[in-house]
């Protein structure tokens, strides 16, 4: 599925080289302890998603219903509501299948002017997610869309252009859902919102836009294994120690996440909000930075080659020598390109990808390279849990707790106490 290496020079190697090979031995074995535990226990609910799980038969009946009713959805969330989501369904950006999906995370009111002047009422169906039911931004949107849609034409319910998840209880969205007669599917109770991309929040619009929820999850599944079986080695666990490590000891204060494939675009903000919200406690936690190859080597690279020595940078790569289009090599000649000649796109990104590599390895940066075998919803699905699992033993080493976030909750009270101020 994927793997993960270190360049030329062995992890031991590049760790004495810095002199920090006991400390990361220390962690390592601190990180392998907790691990073992994890696997006593059945891991954590977020990684306990089965491909045929309970939970299989009502997503893919849900996505049925949605996609022989509409020709767009508007997915309603923010956050772990809708980023995960996002990166998954991005495998399938490119297909003309019968539903176009839309993400308005942010609450923008010219991107909601934009797209409902874009989309027809009468073929749209709105999912709305909010693990606690009580998320401003996606009430106010939620709010926009029911107006939106009942202003145009619409079914003899409204009911029927919506679906919610949301957690069993009373809360907002349930009693508003309750109220229109919408289906409403249960948010895992015990899993936090940047955590599940693989529950039914993330796997509902990947069934709906073609894509194979069995797959994600089969894939997580084989890295949860293997997790279990040996600790020592998994990506996960070897990740943490080394990224705390290198905090501790070098003053490394910035994870740097670069895939060489436009589709994990998307994935680098799912991280991004998953490593800052999960580590980002009590004066503690590391800075993620998001990048894609190779054109951000032509805006970021210069501050990570030439600033400074402060990132661990993790590079997900797909093998691509002679994939996509070939250039002409009689057009490459004739121009002074004969590199180019009869080479593929792919070729020029692999190549691309090892020098920006070896370029930072010989500035004495940290590089880590996961090579997935293709652009598949198991390499996928392997990847959110292994980033996920390596949150949380990081987390662990950090003596932080992954799963809150104390801090944004003031900023929320604060947003509603200005609104009720608001003049009438």
């Known amino acids: 599925m ?21 400390a990361f031995q220390k962690n390592l074995d601190s990180a392998v302890d907790y691990a073992k535990a994890l696997a006593a226990d059945g891991l954590l ?15 893919e ?5 949605i996609k022989a009713s509409c020709d767009d959805l508007i997915v309603l969330g923010t956050g772990g509501s809708s980023l995960g989501a996002q990166a998954a369904i991005a495998l399938a950006r490119f297909n003309k299948g019968p539903v176009r999906i839309h993400t308005p995370d942010s609450l923008c009111p010219f991107e909601m002017d934009l797209l409902f002047k874009e989309l027809n009422t009468a073929r749209t169906h709105v999912l709305a997610i909010s693990k606690s039911g009580t998320t401003a931004e996606t009430l106010a949107q939620l709010l926009a869309c029911r107006a939106w849609l009942e202003a145009g034409d619409h079914s003899d319910n409204p009911g029927d252009h919506f679906t919610f998840i949301t957690e069993p209880g009373e809360r907002p969205l349930r009693t508003y859902g309750e109220k229109l007669g919408s289906p409403i ?36 599944e084989a890295v949860c294994d293997q997790f279990k079986s040996d600790p020592a080695t998994a990506t996960a666990v070897v990740g943490a120690a080394l990224t705390h490590t290198l905090e501790q000891e070098k003053g490394v204060t910035q994870v740097l996440v670069m895939p060489y494939a436009e589709s994990l675009r998307a994935f680098t903000r799912w991280h991004g909000q998953l490593w800052a919200e999960s580590l980002g406690k009590e004066g503690l936690g590391t800075t993620p930075i998001r990048a894609v190859g190779p054109v951000d080597q032509h805006s970021q690279l ?9 990132k661990f940078c993790t590079f997900i790569t797909i093998p691509s020598f002679g994939k996509g289009p070939r250039i002409d090599a009689a057009e490459a000649k004739a121009y002074g390109l004969d590199y180019m000649a009869d080479r593929t796109i792919g070729d020029t990104v692999t190549c691309q990808s090892r020098a920006t590599q070896e370029t930072l390895r010989k500035k004495g940066r940290t590089v880590r390279e996961i090579v997935i075998d293709s652009l598949s919803e198991e390499n996928l699905g392997g990847l959110f849990v292994s980033f996920m699992l390596e949150t949380v033993v990081t987390a662990h080493l950090m003596g ?15 947003t509603r106490q200005y609104l009720s101020e608001l003049p009438e």
């Open 302 to 310: 210069q501050l990570f080659l030439d600033g400074p020595n402060d």
């Open 400 to 414: 932080v707790n992954a799963f809150d976030q104390p801090a944004v909750e003031e900023g929320k009270i604060l």
């Open 61 to 65: 009946a849900a996505a049925a219903r």
């Open 45 to 59: 609910p977020f990684a306990r998603q089965a491909h045929n799980g309970p939970d299989a038969g009502p997503i």
């Open 185 to 220: 599917l249960d948010h895992p109770t015990d899993v936090g919102g940047r955590f599940s991309v693989l529950t039914n929040v993330g796997m509902l619009p990947v069934a709906v836009s073609g894509l194979s929820v069995e797959a994600f999850r089969k894939g997580a």
């Open 2 to 22: 994927f793997s993960y290496s270190f360049g030329n020079e062995s992890l031991n190697s590049q760790l004495d080289a810095l002199g920090i090979t006991a």
